[in-house]
């Protein structure tokens, strides 16, 4: 049987420089989707979405999963568009926490989203589609 887990949190963050801090609002999201996998495994995919303005503007990604993950921090440069843009995907066993910094093109800025629970529930009722939303 396979399930869909969605996920995502976004808010007003600050937008950092090398120069200093800057409050910006921004309302870029990280989102998951989630399969299971047999065994107890859940296949994964960690996402950002944004505008298209945003996304174009986005040099890089960087993941900071668990250390128990092979290679935990993850630098991901592309895809910038598509369903799943600045993705990494793995496997999991469980819920994890997941760090996220956005780096941008322009002005040597980054952008540090809270943290991300990347919940991996089973669908309690039957065959379906299970939503996990986040907000902080």
């Known amino acids: 049987m396979s399930r869909l887990v969605r996920g995502s949190i976004f808010g007003i963050v600050i937008l950092c420089s090398l120069v200093g801090p800057m409050v910006a609002r921004a309302q870029v999201e990280v989102r998951h989707t989630s399969t299971y996998a047999g065994a107890g495994r859940y296949k994964w995919t960690a996402y950002i979405k944004t505008d298209p303005a ?19 921090l993850r630098k991901v440069i592309a895809p910038r568009t598509g369903l799943y843009p600045f993705s990494t995907s793995d496997i999991a066993l469980d819920n994890f926490k997941l760090g996220v910094t956005v780096y941008f093109r322009d002005d040597k800025r980054y952008l540090v989203l809270p943290d991300y629970y990347l919940v991996l529930k089973p669908v309690k009722y039957g065959k379906g589609t299970s939503v996990s939303k986040q907000s902080d």
Do not use: A, C, G, S
């Open 54 to 72: 945003t996304l174009k503007r986005i040099d890089y990604v960087e993941y900071r999963l668990h250390p128990t993950f092979p290679k935990p």
